[in-house]
């Protein structure tokens, strides 16, 4: 199975997991959205419309009466399209917005689906060039949402194929290696950076 097939696979298992998370009535701010909003809203996952997704995603959390449910609910919709580079909020916005929900306390099965996308979106990217979504991009995601870098560090520096050689290339000036974690991998809430990784770590410009 390829590493596309591989994040496919892990999406729908996505789906599957979320699939749990039924619909309820959404209260928030009727000024910006208005009834009609709400009410579409509250209504099953897939009659969503995408721009209504898109907004909410990119919303303050304080315009809804019960907003880390009303993200949770929306992940398998905002992800899908996230890591295909097709959704239209920033990575960097929708990592805040994770962190923000408390995503790794979620029940297992809807946080382990999570863990599973990051890994095979992570070795998806590693192994296509040019990706989806740049590796700066999927890289500062995955690093804010899980407070960690040194695994995916470790990975790339495993991973041996002309893909992940090229990713690496722009990133590295003068192809040398730096002794300082990667800069400019998003913003984090409360002022935290990201986990440092190993001694000789990727300066990302």
Known sequence: MSHHQQLMTALDALDRAFASEEPFPIGGCPYCYGEEGLTELSRPLHLIPDDLVSATAGEVPSHWDDFPRLFRRLVPRIIRPLVAGQFHVSEELIATRLVETGWSTWDAPLADALRTVWTAWWQATLHTHPSPVSIRDTLGLITVATDSLRPRLDIWTATRTPAADTHLAPGIPCGRW?????????????????????STEMELL
């Not at 730096?178 to 190993?198: I, M, N, V, W």
């Open 178 to 198: 730096q002794s300082r974690a990667p800069t400019g991998l998003g913003s984090r809430p409360q002022g935290k950076s990201p986990s440092r990784g190993p």
